[in-house]
């Protein structure tokens, strides 16, 4: 077990339904590997990580996990991956594990934190 991973999400995991747990589960794993350092709590009803400031978050429903960034719209979005019209938010709708990019979402969380760092 990852240092950092909070108990209080992994029951929060374990509630959801298999196939949502399955991408949660895949997702917090990228998240851990993007960087050892990450802390993980519960924020606002949903599992959520942060450095020197919030960086990501994952917000899982019926149907799909979004993997969202706090300050998405600042990142350098190439693949085009990100989905939000907000000001700052921006995710990624995750409806199948096969749609899981990991060598691309752990770039965006990598530079998500870069980003957070310099902000802070």
């Known amino acids: 077990m990852e240092p950092n991973k909070s108990q209080k999400v992994d029951q929060y995991v ?4 298999e196939n949502i747990r399955e991408i949660t589960t895949n997702l917090r794993g990228i998240i851990f590997v993007a960087s050892d350092n ?11 990580y942060n ?7 994952l917000q ?7 993997l969202g960034f706090y300050s998405g719209a600042s990142l350098n979005d190439k693949d085009n991956l990100l989905e939000g019209t907000g ?9 199948k594990l096969e749609e899981i990019q990991s060598e691309k979402f752990k770039a965006l969380i990598q530079e998500a934190i870069e980003l957070e760092a310099e902000q802070h």
């Open 14 to 17: 374990e509630t959801l339904p």
């Open 38 to 48: 990450i802390m993980e709590e519960m924020k606002w009803g949903m599992p959520s």
């Open 51 to 57: 450095k020197s400031g919030n960086v990501c978050y």
């Open 60 to 66: 899982p429903s019926k149907k799909h996990v979004n």
């Open 87 to 95: 000001k700052k938010m921006r995710h990624i709708r995750i409806k």
